[in-house]
């Protein structure tokens, strides 16, 4: 009803009662309510809260990102002049979430084609060729839409396959040997 203080009040004051038992859905609707309420801060906070809960729910990185002043829709490209702040913001989650690789995803949905793209989806891709990640290819399929990309993914995902062949290694500066199966 468009009364975002009073909300936010009820919510805030209601934590511990009986009546709202499901906390992942409060702390979502404070998320929207602060951001509402033009409380960014509060937003990324709750937002940050509930990442620790679930990492791989991008919502919360969007929700994130637009507190942040960045709006971004499914396959958009990051604007030039909010590149290195989306970067930023994305980075903190890259080193405070380290075990979760939705953000890297996210990264490289929204970077632009070219070298800075194409080092980053190696990096997020590494860890799931040497796991065996059946489905990391139709993970992507956004990407295959986006110009550029994929002629980098298929050039890339060919020279790791060369490279295995040849010195068992996905890249050649790796002093890690990889399991054949990789």
Do not use: W
């Not at 468009?2 to 909300?7: I, L, P, Q, T, V």
């Not at 990324?44 to 919502?59: A, Q």
């Not at 909010?82 to 995803?105: A, C, N, W």
């Amino acid at each position: 009803m468009g009364e975002n203080k009073k909300a936010i009040k009820f919510l805030t004051k209601r934590k511990n009662d009986l009546m709202i038992v499901d906390d992942v859905r409060k702390n979502e609707m404070l998320a929207r309510l602060y951001a509402a309420n033009n409380q960014q801060k509060k937003a990324v906070e709750t937002l940050e809260s509930l990442l620790r809960l679930n990492s791989s729910n991008s919502e919360y990185y969007h929700g994130i990102l637009r507190a942040e002043g960045i709006v971004l829709q499914k396959g958009d490209i990051v604007k030039a002049d909010q590149r290195e702040q989306f970067l930023e913001i994305m980075g903190k989650y890259v080193q405070v979430l380290p075990k979760s690789s939705h953000h890297t995803k996210i990264i490289v949905t929204h970077l632009e084609a070219g070298e800075d793209f194409k080092q980053r989806f190696y990096e997020h891709v590494k860890p799931q060729l040497i796991k065996g990640v059946p489905s990391m290819i139709n993970d992507f399929r956004i990407l295959y839409k986006q110009e550029g990309k994929a002629k980098i993914i298929g050039d890339l995902l060919l020279e790791l396959c060369d490279n295995m062949e040849k010195e068992m290694v996905l890249k050649l500066d790796d002093k890690e040997e990889q399991d054949p199966t990789v």
